[in-house]
């Protein structure tokens, strides 16, 4: 089945450095790769997202590139502010038993500091 | 947008009760829900999928007994723990899902056993 792999599992910056997160998937029919941030005891929340037909996607600070032949995409944040520091996760989809799954990375908890 | 509600948000129980997890999409029909289970500083990691009036697909590793799923209707979805233990605390967290790319998180439900 498909297999999500994220680096670095933490990650520490300077207020108003960048911050780049990778991760790697397994299955090339996989189409859809989302980012969620996580706070503590909340549910993730969507950040940006990215199709397989798109290279490189971008919102403000955030923005996602995906490389399908390599089969890995990466979230980059710029001007990192305090308020940026949650985890974040990774996922792409997989169809499987007739459903897109979601399956997640293993998070990068990211923490800016003033 | 959409939104999921979870219910009860938080709940405390003595090992060997059960306990139900109430997931409901206000304003849009859910033909798909996904359970996933998340434990301290871990990933989400996909136990069920189930649609409207069917039964649930469990992910290997997740024990149907256990977990009962009850998807009764298109705005409601139910995970009930049974005979809960310890190691069955955790974060549970519902998915709706509408099409591959409509995909909302409910807002989670920490369950502690004692």
């Known amino acids: 089945g498909e297999n999500v792999e994220q680096h670095p599992s933490t990650l520490s910056v300077q207020e108003g450095d960048s911050a780049v997160i990778k991760c790697t998937y397994s299955d090339s029919a996989s189409n859809y790769f989302p980012w969620y941030k996580q706070e503590l005891g909340k549910r993730p929340q969507l950040i940006i997202d990215i199709r397989s037909n798109v290279g490189e996607k971008k919102d403000q600070r955030i923005a996602v590139t995906l490389n399908k032949t390599a089969k890995h995409f990466s979230l980059h944040i710029t001007e990192t502010q305090p308020e940026d520091s949650a985890v974040y996760f990774c996922?792409?989809?997989?169809?499987?038993?007739?459903?897109?799954?979601?399956?997640f990375g293993a998070g990068t908890r990211l923490a800016v500091h003033p | 947008g959409a939104v999921v509600s979870q219910h009860p948000s938080w709940v405390i129980c003595k090992s060997g009760t059960s306990v139900k997890i109430e997931c409901r999409s206000l304003?849009?029909?859910?033909?798909?829900m996904f359970w996933y289970r998340q434990f301290p500083k871990q990933s989400l990691m996909l136990m069920a999928t189930s649609n409207e009036g069917s039964k649930a697909t469990y992910e290997q590793g997740v024990e149907k007994d256990k977990f009962l799923i009850n998807h009764a209707s298109l705005t409601l979805s139910t995970l009930t723990v049974t005979s809960a233990h310890p190691e069955d605390s955790s974060f549970y967290i519902c998915r709706s899902a509408g099409d591959p790319d409509t995909q909302y998180f409910g807002p989670g439900t920490r369950l502690t056993v004692l």
């Open positions: 996922a792409a989809t997989v169809f499987s038993g007739g459903y897109n799954k979601l399956i």
């Open positions: 304003d849009f029909q859910a033909t798909t």
